[in-house]
């Protein structure tokens, strides 16, 4: 496996990650693929040449090594990996969806205008598939995880197993081959695995915990404007109801003492001319 690829494919995957997604990235290649490249295929090597049963019955220790080890850790452990960092992909994938729409669009309507601010942001569906890639990967490595501990038993490696699947003529002993170093690296990949794991749980919180922050600031805003929109209405409502109340009140109160003086002061002759006025029979039908 050309691991120089690999790398070079996941190297794009850093630049649109959070603080935790480089972290998990610098674990997976420095703390899992440098030991697996470096040390862990060294250790394994040929493992069922090393694999030694004290019978010379042909086939036997073929069938008890197949019995023991269905999976080899080190073929395991290379599809954990490749498991493992293929939804980072999907991130890199819809950038370049995004990319490519993004080019269209300047295309259709000028290079002054855009479709996105940065196709790289992680907001809108970007969002749901970095968020989505953290629990694919979680779901891979608990799911490895277990395939381990259930093909090896809590991932112990024993010296020694007796072994009596036929063709073996009876029960026999098969011995593994560097059974202590073997245990050590099975220990470190898991340990490695499980941070990896941790890593992915943290940055779920982080993502979850910053998009409902944003959210919540967004709906304080709100608030905030419609609160001052409402404070400028009642202000306006209250100033107009200021500037009306001197004309309600004049028109409320009753007739002072001079504009009684005044009218009773009229000349006693406007009234009785107004009272014959009154009083006159309408002749115009005459």
Known sequence: MDWKTFQALLSGVNKYSTAFGRVWLSVVFVFRVMVYVVAAERVWGDEQRDFDCNTKQPGCANVCYDHFFPISHIRLWALQLIFVTCPSFMVVMHVAYRDDRERKYKAKHG???????????????????????????????????????????????????????????????????????????????????????????????????KRIARIANKLNRNKRKVAVRQNDYNEEAFDNSIDTMPTLRLKEQPPSFRSAVKSSQRPPGLKLEEKIRASAPNLSFL
Do not use: Q
């Not at 029960?171 to 340990?191: A, N, Q, R, W």
């Open 111 to 209: 290079d002054n205008n855009k479709l996105y601010n940065n196709t790289g942001k992680k907001h809108g569906g970007l969002w749901w598939t970095y968020l989505i890639s953290l629990f694919v990967k979680t779901g891979i490595e608990v799911a490895f995880l277990y395939i381990l501990h259930h093909i090896y038993d809590s991932f112990y490696l024993p010296r020694l197993v007796k072994c009596s699947v036929s063709p073996c003529p009876n029960l026999v002993d098969c011995y593994i081959g560097h059974p202590t170093e073997k245990k050590v690296f099975s220990y470190f990949m898991v340990g490695a695995s499980g941070l990896c794991i941790v890593l992915n749980i943290c940055e779920i919180i982080y993502l979850v915990s």
